[in-house]
């Protein structure tokens, strides 16, 4: 985007070429490159949104634990189903991965989750309608959110 040199050597390629090129840093560094500022927005705008509350019911470093897990899972699922010269940009992954924590903490604490299983549902039709959405690192990032919540929320 800024540097568009930079973002290539930030972004996220296929599981081959990791291999390949022993570059694994790529599984976080891909959260640093977006596709624009609409795309930096969005995802700035939902860890807001997101963060903030779980922050509340984690703590700061749980809270750190459960995104860095998201975006760690994000990633893999997106370089391991990628084709071999697709690549993918931004941190939807991580965010996905703190929708999941949101519906691991509501079910804990019994709140009405319906409103968050919608958004989930709805961003996932929004990148199958949209194409060039990596739906594969959104999935990825939910689970990971999910189990990582699960993991955090039993030390409390």
Same mark, same amino acid.
């Given at each position: 985007?800024?540097?568009?040199?930079?973002?290539?050597?930030?972004?996220?390629?296929?599981?081959?070429?990791?291999?390949?090129?022993?570059?694994?840093?790529?599984?976080?560094?891909?959260?640093?490159?977006?596709?624009?500022?609409?795309?930096?927005?969005?995802?700035?705008?939902?860890?807001?949104?997101?963060?903030?509350?779980?922050?509340?019911?984690?703590?700061?470093?749980?809270?750190? $634990?459960? *995104? =860095? %897990?998201?975006?760690?899972? #994000?990633?893999?699922?997106?370089?391991?189903?990628?084709?071999?010269?697709?690549?993918?940009?931004?941190?939807?992954?991580?965010?996905?991965?703190?929708?999941?924590?949101?519906v691991s903490v509501?079910?804990?604490?019994?709140?009405?989750?319906?409103?968050?299983?919608?958004?989930?549902? $709805?961003? *996932? =039709? %929004?990148?199958f309608a949209m #194409?060039?959405?990596?739906?594969?690192?959104?999935?990825?990032?939910?689970?990971?959110?999910?189990?990582?919540?699960?993991?955090?929320?039993?030390?409390?």
């Amino acid at each position: 985007m800024v540097v568009p040199s930079l973002q290539q050597d930030l972004m996220l390629p296929s599981f081959e070429y990791l291999q390949f090129s022993n570059e694994w840093y790529r599984l976080f560094t891909v959260a640093l490159t977006h596709a624009g500022l609409l795309h930096l927005g969005f995802n700035m705008y939902a860890l807001m949104v997101l963060g903030n509350p779980l922050e509340a019911a984690f703590g700061t470093r749980k809270l750190l $634990i459960v *995104f =860095f %897990i998201s975006l760690l899972t #994000g990633s893999l699922a997106s370089s391991y189903f990628a084709s071999l010269y697709s690549y993918s940009v931004g941190a939807s992954g991580a965010v996905f991965g703190l929708f999941g924590a949101m519906v691991s903490v509501g079910n804990k604490i019994g709140a009405d989750i319906r409103s968050i299983v919608v958004i989930i549902g $709805i961003n *996932f =039709f %929004i990148g199958f309608a949209m #194409g060039g959405v990596d739906w594969r690192a959104h999935l990825g990032g939910l689970f990971g959110g999910v189990v990582a919540a699960q993991l955090v929320m039993r030390k409390r």
